[in-house]
């Protein structure tokens, strides 16, 4: 069984900066993509970015584009997201997501495995 262990949640100030940590445990796997989703209450689930090992291509969001960065160990299986100048509404529970398909990493369904998910609070 794999597991995902997400870490580095919490609550910041606006303009503020969080590092989201997420490691695989359990049963040996090898990833084609890694990434990051977010889901804020009363809204659906929705892309942050991701990271493909094979081309060692990354994706964001339009909303994370240049305020966020994404990095990881392909060989430990360990994906990381740093956010800077944090706004109110990056406010949401952040799931990071492993995928052994070859897609984009963008869509929910390319994901085999989630983690718990780690609550990221931004206050104004």
């Known amino acids: 069984q794999v597991q995902l262990v997400e870490s580095g949640g919490g609550l910041v100030q606006a303009g503020g900066s969080l590092r989201l940590s997420c490691t695989a445990s359990?049963?040996?796997?090898?990833?084609?993509?890694m990434g990051w989703f977010r889901q804020a209450p009363g809204k659906e689930r929705e892309f942050v970015s991701a990271i493909r090992w094979r081309s060692g291509g990354i994706d964001y969001a339009d909303f994370a584009k240049g305020r966020f960065t994404i990095s990881g160990d392909n060989g430990k299986n360990a994906v990381y997201l740093q956010m800077n100048s944090l706004k109110p509404e990056d406010t949401a529970v952040y799931y990071c997501?492993?995928?052994?398909?070859?897609?984009?990493?963008?869509?929910?369904?390319?994901?085999?495995?989630w983690g718990q998910g780690t609550q990221v609070t931004v206050s104004s």
């Open positions: 359990g049963r040996t796997f090898s990833s084609s993509i």
């Open positions: 997501g492993a995928s052994l398909s070859r897609g984009g990493g963008r869509s929910q369904d390319e994901y085999a495995y």
